[in-house]
């Protein structure tokens, strides 16, 4: 009886924390403002390249070639990502959310091309939770991987 209790509470719970990470809306500070994205706020569980905080901060992506290619590489290259879904696309922003696979947490991904560097500025951060055990410093460094391999 104990072990059907067990099972039936962690079910529950886990159903729980996937209902909310489904319900939980985008937070505000999404997009940029004069060609910056917003910076992380004090919590470990973001990367920005625009940020001033050496905690959260991350290079950002070189490209060659116009800005057109370089929006039409990172969509495609975001395409093929498991867990991603490209939110809006407007212009040189890009908005995209990755969700783990186990409990469906949501990080927001955003890309800013420059096209007077001639780079892709990020900005990835979880939507719950406080740490993310590196998770999106990791996934923008393998984007990041994965999109020079594609510029060769």
């Known amino acids: 009886m104990a072990l059907i209790w067990c099972v039936s509470f962690l079910l529950a719970l886990y159903l729980a924390i996937v209902l909310r990470n489904y319900l939980t809306q985008p937070p505000?500070?999404?997009?940029?403002?004069?060609?910056?994205?917003?910076?992380?706020?004090?919590?470990?569980?973001?990367?920005?390249?625009?940020?001033?905080?050496?905690?959260?901060?991350?290079?950002?992506?070189?490209?060659?070639?116009?800005?057109?290619?370089?929006?039409?590489?990172?969509?495609?290259?975001?395409?093929?990502?498991?867990?991603?879904?490209?939110?809006?696309?407007?212009?040189?922003?890009?908005?995209?959310?990755?969700?783990?696979?186990?409990?469906?947490?949501?990080?927001?991904?955003?890309f800013l091309i420059d096209s007077g560097q001639n780079v892709l500025h990020v900005r990835s951060a979880s939507r719950v939770g406080h740490y993310d055990l590196g998770a999106n410093r990791q996934r923008i460094e393998a984007i990041r991987q994965e999109y020079l391999n594609g510029n060769k």
């Open 28 to 110: 505000s500070e999404l997009g940029f403002v004069n060609q910056s994205l917003s910076p992380c706020p004090e919590s470990p569980n973001c990367v920005c390249s625009q940020d001033e905080s050496l905690a959260h901060f991350i290079n950002p992506i070189p490209y060659t070639g116009s800005e057109e290619q370089a929006r039409s590489q990172l969509s495609e290259l975001l395409s093929r990502q498991s867990g991603c879904r490209i939110v809006s696309q407007e212009g040189n922003y890009l908005h995209a959310e990755f969700r783990s696979l186990c409990f469906r947490f949501v990080d927001d991904v955003e």
